[in-house]
């Protein structure tokens, strides 16, 4: 499995929202990884999260890589899975962190 | 990036005093690191399993690019704690704090990878050019 975390604000991303964005995550990560994500879903509790000091819109996804990535073959995996993200948490483009890490040492 | 995650026992923060810890926490990472506060996160917890609270009543993770020097991180670490203990009466030997480093390169936020340290003011006024460009043909 592809260990995979999503960081949301409670209250911002619905039912629906979260099974689609599971789905979609999961789905990058087999096409990426080869195995589905094993998806950490940690919701910030209300009035709990903060970006540039204000009430925060933001999400967080971190999906840990099964190889070394070089920058050449990482950013496009951004740029995917933030799109993914922004088309189905519904955020704009300040509001979603993607963040893919090489597999721990 | 950076993220700071703040767990602590439930009711040892006040909830009224989080925003303003959100504020002393955000200027702290930007006085000593000298970035914007654009990016950065605070997200509190209670009783949260992720950092393990262990013996203490409040830990501070912050998952920072690398980059930092190791007198920078431990400034940022003496100065939260001391935030932390001034915003919620937990005493200083209650509070722990640590910073992860995470390459700028693995980090992509507004649509572009996050850059190295020192490449902020740069970075950000391109970013911004790019979202306004992007505003306009909306």
Known sequence: MTD??????????????QATLCTATSDFAQKHFGTPANINWVEVPEGSGFTAAKPSTSVIVSVRADRSLSPSERVPLLHELEGIWRKHAGRGPDEVVSVITDPAQ | MPLYIVNSKAGAIPEAAKAELAN?????????TDAPPTFVHVFFFDDAPMPPLGDKTAMVYGQIRHGRTEA??????????????????????????????TPASWVMEGGDVLPEPGEEAAW????????ATQRADA
């Open chain 1, 4 to 17: 995979c975390t999503c960081m949301v604000q409670q209250g911002q991303i619905s039912a629906e929202q």
């Open chain 2, 24 to 32: 002393d926490l955000t200027r702290i990472h930007c006085e000593v």
């Open chain 2, 72 to 101: 920078q991180k431990a400034q940022i670490c003496a100065e939260m704690s001391a935030a932390v203990a001034d915003r919620s009466g937990i005493s200083k030997a209650g509070i722990q704090t640590f910073t992860t480093d």
């Open chain 2, 124 to 131: 950000l006024a391109a970013h911004e050019a790019k979202m």
